[in-house]
């Protein structure tokens, strides 16, 4: 009889570390495209949330909001933007401490809305407050020595 040399592998064993490597190849470029994906979802989030910052300085720097209004527009990326501004009434749901006098301002309610290129509803809702200017009402009362 004749032995077999063991020099190599068997046709079985190849074909096994083959599919074991192919399965491992196939696992490793599925986790790959699974964060390359959630990557992207990453940055277009930090990308409208950057734009919803944006208009909302942009809004409350315009000196010639005074009043409601509304206004909308897009960027170049075609995310999407409204700026609603409305009056806002100070709760009076407790009545003042004695002593105190309550502020005669007029404040505004700024909401921003921000919509990525592809969604539906608003992606980012910023909301915030504006102190306008002093309402008409009783003189504020001087200070001792006439001091301002």
């Known amino acids: 009889m004749k ?19 192919g399965i491992g190849t196939a696992l490793t470029l599925s986790l790959i495209s699974g964060s390359l994906g959630k990557i ?14 944006t208009v909302m300085e942009l809004a409350l720097l315009d000196a010639s909001i005074k009043g409601p209004t509304s206004f909308k527009g897009d960027f170049e990326d075609g995310t999407r933007w409204i700026v609603v501004v409305s009056d806002y009434e100070m ?16 404040l505004l309610a700024y909401s921003v809305e921000v ?15 504006k ?3 002093a309402l008409a009402g009783p003189t504020p009362p001087s200070l001792p020595g006439g001091l301002r």
């Open 131 to 133: 102190v306008i200017g």
């Open 115 to 129: 919509l990525g290129p592809e969604s539906r509803s608003a992606d980012v809702r910023l909301h915030t407050l």
């Open 3 to 21: 032995s077999r040399s063991s020099a190599g592998f068997t046709l079985l064993e190849v074909l096994v570390t083959l599919a074991i490597l």
């Open 91 to 106: 709760p009076r749901d407790r009545p003042l401490q004695p002593g105190l006098t309550e502020l005669q301002v007029k």
């Open 40 to 53: 992207r979802k990453v940055e277009l989030r930090n990308r409208v949330m950057h734009h919803a910052e």
